[in-house]
């Protein structure tokens, strides 16, 4: 079947193939300029315990607003990054803009107890992390009881000696690193025990079929969690119902619209301060 019009079909699949590396490479180029014309921000979305509403995080979300085509999403132009190993800048540019920013909301008396930051397999494997962290936190003044790095399961996949070492240094001096994206992957259960984890982040997916389809999932992260005695926060709750259910189960964190969306420093603090 596979065998009719081989020439059309081949011929189409090139030319879509030349129009997504033609648009990638010209994404790719701009990439390397976005950080010094400031293309790139970030948005912070509110982690919530849900017992008395109160806010106790925020994760910092990388957004960029490209001249030609507006705003892209992560899910779009961070693969990119990884692949040409730009992401390592970026990443750093991350962390220090977030680390800068949470240090300023306690210096002005928002005394938020935690910042997550999303950290790509990339970052593991091509610098000195622990160290670039370190600085990045020295530089800033804020202590490192406050940084939470969320880190997917593909990195427990791929776990090195390297990457196990690096989360151990990022433990003892006091970095939190939450699994986000959790039960999406293909980590065995078994690693779960032996990682220097503080926290599970349930999948959104899970979030969103728990009340349609059936909550065994959900249900199942969360006694885990109890078990492994880790933190676990629901991610992408977009109801009261939701919440309610969640809270039911003795999931108390969570993040998701329901709450508030990812906003910009400035609005997160008119809101909450
Ligand atoms: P993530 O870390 O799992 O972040 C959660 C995503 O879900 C965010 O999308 C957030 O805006 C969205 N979200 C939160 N609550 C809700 C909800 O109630 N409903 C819906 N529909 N969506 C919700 P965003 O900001 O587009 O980020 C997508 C992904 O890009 C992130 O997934 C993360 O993997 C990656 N990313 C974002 N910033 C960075 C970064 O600085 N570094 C790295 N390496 N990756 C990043
Ligand atoms: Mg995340
Ligand atoms: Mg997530
Ligand atoms: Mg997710």
């Known amino acids: 079947k596979s065998k009719e019009r081989p020439g ?4 189409f699949f090139s030319e879509e193939m ?6 990638s490479i010209k994404l790719e180029n701009d990439l390397y300029r976005a950080i010094e014309k400031e293309e790139l921000f970030i948005h912070y979305q ?13 994760e910092a979300l990388l957004r960029w ?13 961070i693969p990119l990054a990884e692949e040409t190993g730009l992401i390592v800048q970026i990443g750093d540019w991350v962390l220090r803009r977030a680390c800068q920013q949470l240090k300023k909301w306690h210096d002005e ?27 990045i936190l020295n530089e800033t003044g804020l202590d490192p009881s406050f940084l939470e790095l969320e880190l997917t399961e593909n ?37 779960l025990r032996n990682l220097p984890i503080s926290k599970l982040k349930i999948d959104k997916s899970f979030v ?34 939701q919440a309610d259910y969640l809270l039911e189960q003795d999931c108390v964190l969570m993040q998701g619209y329901y709450f508030s969306r990812p906003l910009d420093a400035e609005t997160l603090t008119n809101k909450y301060v």
């Open 109 to 135: 008396g928002f005394a938020l107890p935690r910042l997550s930051v999303n950290l790509s397999v990339h970052q593991f494997e091509q610098t000195d992390l622990f160290g670039s962290i370190k600085k």
């Open 46 to 58: 509110p982690q919530i315990d849900y017992r008395n509403n109160e806010i106790v995080g925020v």
């Open 208 to 241: 969103d079929q728990m009340l349609v389809d059936d909550a065994a999932i959900t249900n199942t992260i969360i006694t885990l969690a109890k078990n492994l005695n880790l933190e676990v926060i629901a991610e992408g709750v977009e109801t009261k119902e």
């Open 155 to 191: 990195l427990i996949v791929k776990n090195t000696e390297l990457t196990l070492e690096t989360m151990k240094q990022l433990k003892e001096y006091g970095i939190k690193i939450a699994i986000d994206d959790f039960g999406t992957g293909y980590s065995s259960l078994g690693y």
């Open 18 to 23: 030349d129009i997504r590396s033609y648009e």
């Open 8 to 11: 059309t079909s081949f011929h």
């Open 65 to 77: 607003k490209h001249p030609e085509y507006g705003l892209i999403p992560p899910d779009r132009f």
